[in-house]
């Protein structure tokens, strides 16, 4: 049974190629225009992943994204001309599983939904564990972290994000390992992602789990936490 790809888009010259290589990858492909024919498809033929386009002509591309996260984990890539608002669209606020900005290469679209797809199946955590980093503990098993007493909420990637990040301590991870470790991309995709999330990371974590931007390598988390 192939995988089947829902495409949401309204400019038919973008969904037209797109339909054509996922369905040249082997993939089954449906195109709808529309945000309510998106949502009304998701319950009639749940996709495997849906490709949503953030500007369409009905309902905005996030607000199907958040109603269809309301109710299904399916993997969403979100297609945006707007690089503003990416911070929200992988983040816990409107829950995309990753993006691309217009215009944008097929072949590394295709490339990003086996990406996913590969990682998708609900395979449970690949091994329990716990780190800790001064005051700040992520457990696997559980799939928590925790600042001291209180709960951290992030999202899949910030999660995947902050275990590499921890696991590594003390070394420096370039965006590409980042990219291939958390998102599972085996080329040089869009960097830019690994930069969204660290933002994230910082802005939840602050001070208690300083991530260190090493100048053209990448990132690090210092080894150097209090008792940690
Ligand atoms: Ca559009």
């Known amino acids: 049974m192939p995988e089947r790809i829902l495409i949401v888009e309204d400019e038919v010259n973008i969904a037209t190629p797109v339909r054509t290589y996922l369905e040249r990858a082997g993939f089954e492909a449906e195109h709808v225009t529309h945000g309510e024919e998106a949502l009304r498809r ?21 607000e ?15 297609v945006t001309a707007r690089d503003d608002d990416v911070d929200k669209i992988v983040g816990l606020e409107v829950g995309a599983d990753d993006y691309l900005t217009k215009p944008f290469n097929v072949r590394e679209l295709v490339a990003r939904v086996k990406a996913i797809l590969r990682r998708a199946p609900a395979q449970p955590e690949p091994v329990g564990g716990v780190l800790t980093h001064g005051r700040v503990t992520i457990d696997r098993g559980r799939h928590e972290v925790t600042l001291g007493d209180a709960p951290v909420q992030l999202a899949p990637k910030e999660f995947d994000l902050l275990w ?24 040089a995709g869009d960097t830019r992602t690994v930069d969204v999330h660290v933002r994230q990371l910082r802005r939840k974590l602050g001070d208690d789990c300083p991530i260190v931007t090493v100048w053209g390598v990448g990132y690090k988390v210092g080894d150097d936490a209090g008792a940690a």
Request: charged share 25%.
């Open 42 to 62: 998701m319950e009639e033929a749940p996709p495997n992943l849906v490709v949503l386009d953030l500007n369409l002509p009905d309902i905005d591309g996030l």
């Open 64 to 78: 199907v994204c958040r109603r269809i996260r309301a109710v299904s984990q399916v993997p969403i890539i979100m």
């Open 164 to 187: 590499a990040l921890l696991e590594e301590r003390g070394h420096v991870l370039t965006r590409d390992q980042l990219l291939e470790r958390v998102w599972g991309y085996t080329f």
